[in-house]
């Protein structure tokens, strides 16, 4: 099983809609929980950390599911400039003093009009 | 701010040569990367530098990936002898973070895309 898991999609949606992601990981250890975007044939930026609680920063939303290790990603009223890939990225405890980052595949996203 | 800074932009050689990238990353950012990104596929970390000491270099195919940080800022990547396989998008990486904190952003640069024939 690979330590993180994404859908690669492609996700066709149309302006408006809602979509949601999620993304499963293997190591129950795993501390912090984060989204990036990429657009084509760019660097991956943060979207947004994953907490415990659960966030949201404007039509986005991200939650956490310990139990059944996976997080998600909800965006709402889909825009034309939603169109990206978005990255799962967990990190994982330290083993050699240093926490580890790992990416999933990500998830293309296409918002049609 | 500036941003992480890496050159070239884009690079083509022939498989057996040898090619090295740079990175720049932002000022005062203790932690530096470098990932490989596969067509299709996340950013795989190779090396990870915390100042100019490698804190895991665990995914680095050592036998022909070097990569350095002399004066803890600037690092260099190399590949030696490429293969056909090393067709990629390296990334640079940095962050503000201590060893053992666990929730920090990374930014990211622009990359070098890499094209071995």
């Known amino acids: 099983r690979k330590e993180v898991e994404q859908d690669p999609g492609p996700f066709n949606v149309p302006e408006g809609a809602t979509v949601a992601f999620n993304c499963t990981y293997s190591n129950s250890a795993s501390q912090s929980f984060f989204w990036y975007r990429q657009d084509c044939r760019k660097e991956p930026k943060l979207l947004m950390s994953?907490?415990?609680s659960g966030n949201e920063d404007g039509r986005f939303t991200a939650q956490l599911n310990r139990a059944s290790q996976y997080i998600s990603l909800l965006i709402r009223d889909s825009k034309l400039s939603d169109s990206a890939t978005y990255l799962c990225v967990v990190n994982l405890p330290p083993t050699s003093g240093t926490y580890k980052y790992i990416f999933g595949t990500g998830t293309r996203l296409k918002v049609l009009a | 701010e500036a941003g992480v800074a890496q050159s070239p932009r884009y690079k083509i050689i022939e498989k057996r040569q040898s090619v090295a990238f740079w990175c720049n990353p932002i000022?005062?950012?203790?932690?530096l990367y470098w990932y490989q990104q596969i067509l299709g596929q996340g950013p795989k970390l190779l090396i990870q530098f915390q100042n100019n000491g490698v804190v895991d270099d665990s995914q680095l195919p050592k036998d022909r990936f070097s990569a350095e940080r002399l004066k803890g800022v600037d690092s260099t990547l190399k590949i030696q002898p490429a293969k056909l396989e090393d067709s990629a998008v390296y990334l640079c990486a940095s962050s503000s973070t201590t060893t053992w904190e666990s929730s920090y952003e990374q930014y990211f640069g622009p990359g070098t895309r890499l094209t071995v024939t």
């Open positions: 000022s005062g950012h203790a932690t």
């Open positions: 994953v907490y415990s």
